[in-house]
């Protein structure tokens, strides 16, 4: 995958080159995304012997926040190709919960808890966009997209003046893939050369877990290549408001 990125990379320089076109663009701005997280489960793994998701698929609609950069050439014609990076945070789950016990003599003990998963989904991409009459840019873009879940643990306790205070991060598991987007970007012209994108697309993507938090060993731990893995696949849709500067 990674050749084929350079490769892509190295044609698009090459044809910003030696053909005449109408220059580059700069765009960068925010999204935020909504989609539906599968975990898909097919056969006996060693990871998960005994549990019951085995052969299963689990499915779980989460949003998340992020930002995108990146860098397009335009060709005279309206088309153009694009280089850039893209990261979202996503929230699996949290909660949190404080407690108050006050005792006989009037004493308080203060407790404190915070439980969440996050998801971190940073992926560079190629698009092939084509803007079409200046206002409407049309984009499709394939992404190799490097996944990230961590658990996050915190747990306050106070009684009098003794305090007890931990704060856990454990990064659980590690994914790999690819990643796929079709949409369109909507240009409002502030300047010549400077426009307010507001941005939608439909997003996939397809992976593999690679790594995996090992309990004993307090470590994430590479899967061999002999196992068969669970995959971690998303379907959904991408908003975003960003900038862009052509030159």
């Known amino acids: 995958m990674k050749k084929i990125f350079s490769f892509l ?20 701005g925010i999204n935020l995304n909504v989609a539906d997280f599968i975990f898909k489960a097919e056969r006996d793994n060693y990871m998960f012997e005994g549990d019951t998701i085995i052969g299963e698929e689990i499915s779980k609609d989460i949003s998340g ?9 335009f060709f005279r014609n309206g088309l153009g190709l694009g280089v850039g990076y893209d990261t979202v945070n996503y929230t699996v789950f949290g909660m949190e919960d404080n407690l108050t016990h006050i005792l006989p003599d009037d004493s308080r003990i203060e407790e404190k808890l915070k439980e969440s998963v996050g998801l971190k989904v940073s992926a560079p991409y190629l698009e092939l966009v084509y803007n079409l009459k200046d206002i409407v840019t049309l ?6 997209n490097n996944l990230s879940a961590t658990s996050y643990d915190y747990y306050y306790y106070r009684a009098g003046d003794d305090i007890t205070e931990e704060d856990i991060q454990i990064e659980q598991i590690r994914a790999r893939g690819l990643g796929y987007q079709i949409g369109a970007d909507l240009n409002y012209p502030v300047t010549e050369n400077f426009a307010l994108i507001g941005r939608a697309a439909y997003i996939l993507g397809n992976s593999k877990i690679t790594h995996v938090y090992d309990d004993d060993e307090d ?8 196992v068969i893995v669970p995959e971690l696949n998303y ?13």
């Open 65 to 73: 926040k992020g930002f995108y950069g990146g860098l397009r050439y």
């Open 139 to 144: 984009r499709g873009a394939v992404s190799y």
């Open 219 to 226: 470590v994430l731990v590479e899967i061999p290549d002999d």
């Open 9 to 28: 990379l190295v044609l698009m320089l090459l044809l910003s080159i030696n053909v005449l076109g109408a220059g580059f663009e700069v765009v960068g």
């Open 235 to 247: 379907r959904g849709f991408s908003f975003g408001f960003g900038i862009s500067f052509a030159f």
